[in-house]
């Protein structure tokens, strides 16, 4: 029995964390790969802040120049919503085009990595194509969206508002799918943890760093694009978008 257990304790052993990492060597070289790119855009992100803040500043009163009002008299409505949330958006996503060549060499540097463990490589997969959306979309005309739908007597949104909601990929919310990835692991922490079976210490350090370089930069822009938003809304005769 005593050996029994010996040996079941030198199983557990082997097929720890540690020992899988270094059972896969490239697996290693793909998450140093992985964290040198990350580093890379972290550093080119923060370098672009103040311009991304102010893209996000000279659209919102591009657009409050261009429609002032606009939606005074509006019903409050669904479709008064999804207008209020493209407005917002276009708020948010013109930040990224100071950055788009970074999140451009980021998205592809990730694209081409591998690892063993194939629910690994497909979330790594995912956050390129997370970082490469924002790069390529083109924005909507928010003013010619508003006046499209006061053209309709407030019946129809126009196409080009759905569209760019759903390439935004911000179109259901609200729905169940909503709900049901609130209730899963964030995406971000999935990717860490699974990740860091493949990090040493020093490795490990650097991608916290990374990590805390990314959100600061990334709670800049979004604190910019709402204090914009509500600017925004006031010239556009509403009290929040």
Not at 59 to 82: K, N, W
Not at 131 to 149: G, K, M
Not at 168 to 176: I, Q, T, Y
């Amino acid at each position: 029995m005593k050996r029994l257990a010996a040996l079941v304790c030198a199983v557990c052993t082997l097929l720890s964390a540690p020992a899988l990492a270094a059972a896969h060597p490239d697996d290693a070289r793909a998450t140093r790969a992985y964290l040198r790119a990350s580093e890379t855009y972290a550093r080119d992100a923060a370098a672009a802040l103040d311009a991304s803040v102010s893209a996000i500043d000279t659209r919102e009163r591009e657009i409050a120049t261009a429609c002032p009002f606009a939606l005074t008299y509006a019903p409050r409505d669904a479709a008064f919503e999804e207008i209020g949330e493209e407005a917002k958006l276009t708020l948010l996503d013109v930040g990224a085009a100071s950055t788009r060549a970074a999140r451009l060499a980021y998205a592809h540097a990730l694209d081409r990595l591998r690892w063993s463990d194939q629910q690994l490589t497909r979330l790594v997969h995912e956050r390129a194509a997370e970082e490469l959306a924002p790069a390529t979309i083109a924005l909507p005309d928010v003013c010619a969206d508003i006046d499209a739908w006061k053209a309709s007597a407030y019946a129809t949104l126009p196409q080009s508002t759905s569209e760019f909601l759903a390439r935004s990929g911000r179109s259901e919310s609200g729905s169940l799918a909503s709900l049901l990835a609130l209730l899963e692991e964030p995406h971000k922490t999935k990717l860490a943890r699974m990740l860091g079976r493949f990090e040493n210490r020093r490795e490990a350090r650097s991608a916290t760093m990374i990590e805390r370089q990314e959100e600061r930069t990334s709670s800049e822009v979004g604190r910019a694009s709402r204090t914009a938003a509500q600017t925004l809304a006031a010239w556009l005769g509403i009290t929040a978008l």
